[in-house]
């Protein structure tokens, strides 16, 4: 019993040390322009049975069941924070590079790992586990970025879109790999399913979701979080069950969950947001924990072309094909094909050869390598992109301004959901509302400016108060009026 106890503390210890350190250095992976997922995988790494921590972990099926579990609630949160009206623009060709895009990288990556010297059923499986890009890494590396709305929104849905068809290539080229029998046009007709089937079974229960979580009533408040944790949990499962998409479902289920007036809805948001940060720092923890970097070197030759490669010739020429007939400029469409970055999802694509084809007998140590490689190639392909994203959109001439995040915020907590509309507008200075008085504006009867935020002060709105450049105006309204009042406060979108 004093064994369990003291393994206990001890592994409790070493969980939050890593955890601390992971949180306090992300603030300077984000000040240096470096993905902060770069920062938890060297954590866990140095933290491995080849750095000073000394850890040994090898257990493939753990990292690929907690790996899955992390994207579940990165994927629901980012849902959970999409707003609908803003899609519109870039839902069809996010469509198309989601799911023809994704064939497409994984045939010419293929090409490019048979060409330095991989075999055929290698090479078919290397391509089809880098072929989509991380939500995690995407969603961390695009936040603040002035980059313009319809490009950053297709980088963005193209990321929380794309798993489904990378997992069933990747689970169709490693039963090629086990048995020699190519899949044929029975694996267009799976990718249909799946995605139907998750689309389906994610707005279905994503919709009842919404329909109880405006009616239930809860013991505590504290509990509304834990109702949309399970309904994400619940949305994986029936479609995995139903033989769909489960991600697909997930994310689905997020955003139209997220479109609805919910009780508590800007805690549940903030919930899911830090929920979404612990799982992906431990996602990456646990995939550093498992590379062995003495490894490393021995992969690093062929693992730099392919990267470069996969870079420079498959994402860009596949990404390019997809969006000219959505009358994107070239400039939009370097960006989107540069700004891919892979991250978690290709490592826990990687584990799904060595756990299968591992238990068939296939040599170990042979699919490590290759695991190996996939690490590798993840890692100096989300490094080289991750640290050009705060100039990119500069010197590609795609910035678009963003408002400054405000000192204090105002947050009306309901049991009920709440129907009326709640705005944070900035004033810029091209603001309708500048220099103009609360009265000058002559808003709406049924719309109220409740707290303006000027630098760090908190100003009480009144008919006087005249608007200056950099203030933030919150105000409600009903949500019908809403695009009304945002023109005639800060202009239009």
Same mark, same amino acid.
């Given at each position: 019993?004093?064994?369990?106890?003291?393994?206990t503390?001890?592994?409790l210890?070493v969980?939050?040390?890593?955890?601390?350190?992971s949180?306090?250095?992300s603030?300077?992976?984000?000040?240096?322009?470096?993905?902060?997922?770069?920062?938890?995988?060297?954590?866990?790494?140095?933290a491995?049975?080849?750095?000073?921590?000394?850890?040994?972990f090898?257990?493939?099926?753990?990292?690929? %069941?907690?790996?899955?579990?992390?994207?579940?609630?990165?994927?629901f949160a980012g849902g959970l924070?999409?707003?609908?009206l803003?899609l519109?623009?870039a839902?069809?060709?996010?469509?198309?590079?989601?799911t023809?895009?994704?064939v497409?990288?994984?045939a010419?990556?293929?090409?490019?790992a048979?060409?330095?010297?991989?075999?055929?059923?290698?090479?078919?499986?290397?391509?089809?586990?880098?072929?989509?890009?991380?939500?995690?890494?995407?969603f961390?590396?695009?936040d603040?970025?002035?980059?313009?709305?319809?490009?950053?929104?297709?980088?963005?849905?193209?990321?929380?879109?794309?798993?489904?068809?990378?997992?069933?290539?990747?689970?169709?080229?490693t039963a090629?790999?086990a048995?020699?029998v190519?899949?044929?046009?029975?694996l267009?007709?799976?990718?249909?399913?799946?995605?139907?089937?998750?689309?389906?079974?994610g707005v279905?229960?994503g919709?009842?979701?919404?329909w109880m979580l !405006?009616?239930v009533?809860?013991?505590t408040?504290?509990?509304?979080p834990?109702?949309?944790?399970a309904?994400?949990?619940?949305?994986?499962?029936?479609?995995?069950?139903?033989r769909?998409?489960g991600?697909?479902?997930?994310?689905?289920?997020?955003?139209v969950?997220?479109?609805?007036?919910?009780?508590?809805?800007?805690t549940l948001?903030?919930f899911h947001?830090?929920?979404a940060w612990?799982?992906?720092?431990?996602?990456?923890?646990l995939?550093?924990?498992?590379?062995f970097p003495?490894?490393? +070197?021995?992969?690093?030759g062929r693992?730099?072309?392919?990267?470069?490669?996969?870079?420079l010739?498959?994402?860009?020429?596949?990404?390019?094909v997809?969006?000219l007939?959505?009358?994107?400029?070239?400039?939009?469409?370097a960006? %989107?094909?540069?700004?891919?970055?892979?991250?978690?999802?290709? %490592?826990?694509l990687?584990?799904i +050869?060595?756990?299968?084809?591992g238990n068939?007998?296939?040599?170990?140590r042979?699919?490590?390598?290759?695991?190996?490689?996939?690490f590798f190639?993840?890692?100096v392909?989300?490094?080289?992109?991750g640290m050009?994203v705060?100039?990119?959109?500069?010197?590609?001439r795609?910035?678009?301004?963003?408002?400054?995040?405000?000192?204090a915020?105002?947050?009306?907590?309901s049991?009920?959901p709440?129907?009326e509309?709640?705005?944070?507008?900035?004033?810029?200075?091209?603001a309708?509302?500048?220099?103009r008085t609360?009265l000058?504006?002559?808003l +709406?009867?049924?719309?109220a400016?409740?707290?303006?935020?000027r630098?760090?002060?908190?100003?009480?709105?009144?008919?006087?108060?005249?608007?200056?450049?950099?203030?933030h105006?919150?105000?409600?309204c009903?949500?019908?009026?809403? !695009?009304e009042?945002?023109?005639?406060?800060?202009? +239009?979108?």
């Amino acid at each position: 019993m004093d064994d369990v106890i003291t393994l206990t503390g001890d592994a409790l210890a070493v969980a939050g040390l890593l955890l601390l350190a992971s949180t306090l250095l992300s603030r300077v992976g984000h000040r240096l322009g470096v993905p902060v997922s770069l920062f938890f995988l060297a954590i866990g790494m140095l933290a491995g049975s080849d750095g000073p921590g000394g850890i040994w972990f090898d257990r493939f099926d753990v990292s690929y %069941i907690c790996g899955t579990s992390a994207l579940v609630l990165i994927l629901f949160a980012g849902g959970l924070n999409t707003q609908v009206l803003h899609l519109r623009h870039a839902l069809a060709p996010a469509g198309v590079l989601a799911t023809v895009g994704v064939v497409g990288i994984a045939a010419v990556s293929a090409v490019g790992a048979h060409a330095v010297g991989l075999a055929w059923t290698e090479a078919l499986l290397f391509g089809a586990i880098v072929s989509c890009t991380d939500a995690a890494a995407v969603f961390a590396v695009l936040d603040g970025v002035p980059l313009r709305r319809r490009v950053a929104l297709t980088i963005e849905l193209e990321s929380g879109l794309n798993d489904p068809v990378a997992v069933i290539l990747t689970v169709a080229a490693t039963a090629y790999a086990a048995s020699g029998v190519a899949p044929g046009w029975g694996l267009a007709a799976e990718i249909a399913q799946q995605l139907a089937v998750g689309a389906a079974v994610g707005v279905g229960l994503g919709a009842a979701a919404r329909w109880m979580l !405006a009616r239930v009533r809860l013991s505590t408040a504290a509990l509304f979080p834990v109702l949309t944790v399970a309904v994400a949990m619940i949305c994986f499962g029936v479609a995995s069950v139903c033989r769909g998409s489960g991600f697909l479902a997930v994310y689905l289920a997020g955003i139209v969950i997220g479109q609805g007036a919910l009780p508590y809805k800007l805690t549940l948001q903030r919930f899911h947001d830090s929920l979404a940060w612990l799982a992906q720092i431990a996602m990456f923890l646990l995939l550093g924990l498992l590379v062995f970097p003495a490894a490393l +070197p021995a992969v690093a030759g062929r693992g730099l072309l392919l990267a470069l490669f996969l870079a420079l010739v498959a994402r860009p020429l596949v990404v390019t094909v997809c969006l000219l007939p959505f009358g994107f400029a070239w400039r939009e469409i370097a960006c %989107i094909a540069w700004l891919g970055l892979r991250g978690a999802v290709p %490592i826990i694509l990687a584990t799904i +050869p060595v756990l299968t084809l591992g238990n068939a007998g296939a040599p170990v140590r042979e699919l490590v390598n290759a695991f190996d490689l996939v690490f590798f190639v993840v890692v100096v392909g989300s490094f080289i992109p991750g640290m050009t994203v705060r100039y990119l959109p500069r010197l590609l001439r795609l910035e678009e301004p963003l408002a400054p995040t405000p000192v204090a915020a105002v947050d009306i907590s309901s049991e009920r959901p709440i129907r009326e509309a709640q705005l944070n507008l900035f004033i810029g200075p091209a603001a309708p509302a500048l220099g103009r008085t609360l009265l000058e504006l002559a808003l +709406p009867d049924d719309a109220a400016v409740m707290l303006i935020v000027r630098g760090d002060r908190l100003i009480a709105p009144r008919g006087a108060t005249r608007f200056e450049l950099g203030d933030h105006a919150f105000v409600i309204c009903p949500p019908q009026r809403a !695009a009304e009042v945002t023109r005639a406060v800060a202009g +239009p979108e």
